[in-house]
């Protein structure tokens, strides 16, 4: 791998045969199409502790080796974020709190460590993985599961309009405006908002409509629009449990 070999990867330029005398142009080809097909990096995640040295240096570097069309390989996007505390205190093996991933999935769940960890916090503050968190989940989806199976939609012309009341009517608005909250969320990586809008927001609007609808009939098309957005909006949060 010579350095013309890296600028025929790297930088685009035309294969020089004689300046790569031990490799041919389509194995470098192979390696120029996975360079181009994951350059420039969407996203680079790291701790804040990280700033000032490697985040740093991956500047410094893209920028000086593609300072050509930086425009082109620079990351698109870095995002930071700071510690991991267990219940409200630092994880610490001497003081004994602390939680590896794997005995978190095996006491909490994936879904519901996912979360809880999702809850904990995005921002370069420390973040609070809470157990009541992860406890409270799980009965939770529990007791959603058994809801969405007992209230599915059933002999609905979903081809139909629906004639919705004015519950309905506000209902379905809400779901509007929860849908906007949580795409907003995901695209700034807000994932405490999602949770707060798209699982904890959405079970209280469900126990709403059902006070409000307690003598009349729940309509049929609203409950499906309702569980196909909880189902959709949380699957890139708890996919095996959509």
């Not at 930071?80 to 978190?104: I, W």
């Not at 004639?163 to 994932?191: G, P």
């Not at 307690?214 to 959709?232: C, D």
Request: charged share 25%; glycine share 2%.
């Amino acid at each position: 791998m010579t350095i013309a070999a890296w600028d025929y990867v790297f930088l685009g330029k035309d294969f020089d045969a004689a300046a790569c005398p031990n490799v041919t142009q389509a194995q470098l080809q192979k390696m120029r199409h996975e360079f181009e097909f994951w350059y420039p990096m969407d996203l680079r995640v790291s701790a804040k502790d990280l700033i000032r040295n490697h985040l740093t240096m991956s500047l410094y570097n893209h920028a000086a080796i593609w300072h050509e069309n930086k425009e082109q390989r620079m990351v698109r996007s870095y995002f930071c974020n700071g510690y991991l505390m267990l219940n409200n205190k630092k994880m610490s093996k001497s003081t004994g709190n602390f939680m590896t991933l794997k005995e978190c999935v095996g006491k909490f769940g994936t879904e519901a460590s996912r979360i809880a960890l999702a809850d904990a916090g995005d921002t370069l503050d420390d973040a609070n993985f809470e157990e009541s968190v992860a406890n409270a989940a799980i009965l939770k989806l529990f007791v959603l599961e058994n809801w969405i199976q007992s209230n599915i939609p059933k002999n609905v012309d979903f081809a139909s309009p629906a004639a919705y009341d004015t519950w309905d009517k506000i209902i379905d608005n809400e779901l509007t405006r929860i849908i906007l909250e949580v795409t907003k969320a995901y695209s700034e990586m807000k994932f405490k908002n999602v949770v707060k809008h798209a699982f904890n927001e959405l079970l209280s609007l469900k126990e709403i409509y059902m006070i409000a609808k307690a003598s009349k009939p729940l309509n049929g098309h609203l409950l499906f629009r309702y569980i196909e957005t909880l189902l959709v909006l949380l699957n890139p949060m708890i996919p095996h449990y959509c």
